[in-house]
């Protein structure tokens, strides 16, 4: 069905658009040591030649007709361990990258990312590393920044008056003595609430606690 270079990288297409496929295949084929052994047109095709060809790169879309791309990875990297799965869709949507590396995928690339990014992916997948296409790449830094300041948040909250009036002042440079003249406490229970808040927001010296609050804007206040 197709000619294969002896140790070319064996590749398997999954796509539902007859005309991507051959685009895909045409610019793989004309690769140094690539060479597609099979297509599939759906989810179940792509198991299927997953099993049959044990191709070393199985690039395939997300959305096709019967099976799902996400649903045939699963089954792929159950059935064949060693074939490397790369998802080659238009979804840009970091939930989708997110998804699909959970469910074992090695690399991602969206549809409108040049040949050579597309052939560098493969390969890097091949050679048993993670790719992951650079757009995507930062919409998944920011869905975690944005997921890390909720909790930072979710944290800060759960702090005592005290224990944020006692963090403010030591951020500013405040002794723990002149801390508790000013609040009117104890040294000591200064030293407890400091305690206290450096567990629960895990700051250990402090430096940390400084950035802690130039982070959250308190030291403007």
């Known amino acids: 069905m197709f000619g294969i270079d002896e140790g070319a990288l ?3 297409l999954a796509d539902d658009h007859p005309v991507v496929r051959e685009g895909l ?3 793989i084929n004309a ?3 690539m060479s597609v052994v099979a297509e599939a047109e759906d989810g179940q095709g792509a198991c299927a030649a997953a099993k049959r060809f044990t191709p070393d790169v199985l690039i395939m879309d997300l959305s096709m007709p019967g099976m799902s791309g996400t649903e045939a990875l699963v089954h792929v990297r159950r059935d064949c361990p060693d074939v490397k799965v790369l998802v080659l869709t238009v979804h840009e949507e ?3 990258l997110t998804q699909v590396l959970k469910a074992g995928a090695s690399g991602y690339v969206l549809k409108r990312a040049a040949a050579a990014e597309l052939i560098r992916a493969v ?3 091949a050679a048993g590393r993670t790719y992951v296409d650079a ?3 930062d919409v998944l830094v920011e869905s975690y920044l944005d997921a890390h300041v909720t909790a930072d948040r979710d944290t800060t909250e759960s702090l005592s008056r005290r224990e944020r ?3 403010v002042r030591i951020a500013s440079g405040f002794s723990n003595k002149a801390i508790a003249t000013e609040l009117g406490l104890s040294v000591k229970t200064v030293e407890t609430y400091k305690s206290r808040f450096s567990e629960k927001l895990g700051l ?3 430096v940390d606690i400084v950035r802690y609050a130039i982070r959250r804007g308190w030291l403007a206040e």
Request: aromatic share 4%.
């Open 204 to 206: 250990t010296s402090r």
């Open 135 to 137: 757009g995507i790449s």
């Open 25 to 27: 295949k045409l610019l």
């Open 123 to 125: 390969r890097t997948v």
């Open 165 to 167: 009036d006692v963090l």
């Open 94 to 96: 970091g939930v989708y």
């Open 31 to 33: 690769q140094p040591g």
């Open 10 to 12: 064996r590749i398997v």
